[in-house]
T-cell receptor, first 112, second 113 residues
Framework: KQEVTQIPAALSVPEGENLVLNCSFT??????LQWFRQDPGKGLTSLLL?????REQTSGRLNASLDKSSGRSTLYIAASQPGDSATYLC???????????FGKGTTLSVSS | NAGVTQTPKFQVLKTGQSMTLQCAQD?????MYWYRQDPGMGLRLIYY???????DKGEVPNGYNVSRLNKREFSLRLESAAPSQTSVYFC????????????FGPGTRLLVL
């Protein structure tokens, strides 16, 4: 059974710092991996989608990497801002069109 | 495009009452999903519909039923609500052509007393 783990569960950093969020999964036979952002009381917003054949994806200050063989993904946030404060969720899909399996998230707080 | 919409946004029920959570998407997506999110548990799949006319159980289907009314709409019904069903419910959809991002609705917050 696929399991997704995110470390750390919570992280506090000062504004401007570069940071890395970690995600690991137990079954390397994934179809894709997605990173989401969730603000308090809100829904999920997709940040980056990495196909199983890809190594990384970038969007603005965000960079997500994927190492299937080791069952790991990282989300790198450059020059963090208070507006980045949110919970970040990692999720994997084992087949095309199937439901996502989520980690429990990392709650990020960026102080000004 | 409204994306994925859910109604209601918030609901309070008494134990034993029934209700239906509505979800609709206007992106012509094939597959739709219902998840619940609980503190410390993350998001878990309740039911999904790979295409119009089909539904399948997910990880936590007990106490729920679903209907894929048409390609746009996927409803979740609680026949006899229990306090354990207090949660935030999210609907999601995907095109299912491969490699597509899953889009989520804003959620329905349900409190069962």
């Amino acid at each position: 059974k696929q399991e997704v783990t995110q470390i750390p569960a919570a992280l506090s950093v000062p504004e401007g710092e570069n940071l890395v969020l970690n995600c690991s999964f137990t079954d390397s036979a994934i179809y894709n991996l997605q990173w989401f952002r969730q603000d308090p009381g809100k829904g999920l917003t997709s940040l980056l989608l990495i196909q199983s054949s890809q190594r990384e994806q970038t969007s603005g200050r965000l960079n997500a990497s994927l190492d299937k063989s080791s069952g790991r993904s990282t989300l790198y946030i450059a020059a963090s801002q208070p507006g980045d404060s949110a919970t970040y969720l990692c999720a994997v899909s084992n087949q095309a069109g199937t439901a996502l399996i989520f980690g429990k998230g990392t709650t990020l707080s960026v102080s000004s | 495009n409204a994306g994925v919409t859910q109604t209601p946004k918030f609901q309070v029920l008494k134990t034993g009452q029934s209700m239906t959570l509505q979800c609709a998407q206007d992106m012509n997506h094939n597959s739709m999903y219902w998840y619940r999110q609980d503190p410390g548990m993350g998001l878990r799949l309740i039911y999904y519909s790979a295409s119009e006319g089909t539904t399948d159980k997910g990880e936590v289907p007990n106490g729920y039923n679903v209907s894929r009314l048409n390609k746009r709409e996927f409803s979740l019904r609680l026949e006899s609500a229990a306090p354990s069903q207090t949660s935030v419910y999210f609907c999601a959809s995907i095109l299912t052509s491969g490699g597509e991002t899953q889009y989520f609705g804003p959620g329905t917050r349900l409190l069962v007393l």
